[in-house]
Antibody, heavy 121, light 108 residues
Framework: QVQLQESGPGLVKPSETLSLTCTVS????????WSWIRQPPGKGLEWIGY???????NYNPSLKSRVTISVDMSKNQFSLNLSSVTAADTAVYYC???????????????WGQGTLVTVSS | DIQMTQSPSSLSASVGDRVTITCRAS??????LNWYQQKPGEAPKFLIY???TLQSGVPSRFSGSGSGTDFTLTISSLQAEDFATYYC??????????FGQGTKLEIK
């Protein structure tokens, strides 16, 4: 059974960089798209971006200038860096695995439990 | 960007009811539509891909349909564990994966 676990600081100061890591266990990281999604308190889901096993990435255009997602296959981990954060970046951050099926695109089949990151001084 | 709009935003129903949630895309997305269920304090759970194919392990009372711009998620006979928030998500655009705003299904 594939499991994902987010880790990182729960509190980040405004203007600093939010850094999270997702550790994947129970399965290979090859041939999947490793994704980050966030959810502000009481609000809906926002896709942040993904990294493929090759290291290629795709980001939400609204966050692209501040986001970097990377993968370390040797450690079974992938990471999120979000720079210049503000209070609007306060959210539960989820990591997830996306799988591609021909004819139906990618869907997020396994998710981490999520981690709340608060941006505050 | 492809926008996804769900209706209603919230819905009250009773155990045993048949419930339908609608998701509309701002442009045609063929059947590149996924559905997720989220309970309070939990991560979303993947339910349906390709508009109508149930993920393994998802009860058969859940079904999805639609193509193009209009899609539905139907729960044929609501169970207590089905009260949650449901999100649609388009996977047509490879640049941006958009979620609907969610539909909160509450107990009447």
């Amino acid at each position: 059974q594939v499991q994902l676990q987010e880790s990182g600081p729960g509190l980040v100061k405004p203007s600093e960089t939010l850094s999270l890591t997702c550790t994947v266990s129970g399965g290979s990281m090859s041939n999947y798209y490793w994704s980050w999604i966030r959810q502000p308190p009481g609000k809906g889901l926002e896709w942040i971006g993904y990294v493929y096993d090759s290291g290629s990435t795709n980001y939400n255009p609204s966050l692209k200038s501040r986001v970097t997602i990377s993968v370390d296959m040797s450690k079974n981990q992938f990471s999120l860096n979000l720079s210049s954060v503000t209070a609007a970046d306060t959210a539960v951050y989820y990591c997830a695995r996306a799988i591609y099926y021909y004819g139906s695109g990618r869907h997020l089949d396994y998710w981490g439990q999520g981690t709340l990151v608060t941006v505050s001084s | 960007d492809i926008q996804m709009t769900q209706s209603p935003s919230s819905l009250s129903a009773s155990v045993g009811d048949r419930v339908t949630i609608t998701c509309r895309a701002s442009q045609s997305i063929s059947t590149y539509l996924n559905w997720y269920q989220q309970k309070p304090g939990e991560a979303p759970k993947f339910l349906i891909y390709g508009a109508s194919t149930l993920q393994s392990g998802v009860p058969s009372r859940f079904s999805g349909s639609g193509s193009g711009t209009d899609f539905t998620l139907t729960i044929s006979s609501l169970q207590a564990e089905d009260f949650a928030t449901y999100y649609c998500q388009q996977s047509y655009s490879t640049v941006m994966y958009t979620f609907g705003q969610g539909t909160k299904l509450e107990i009447k």
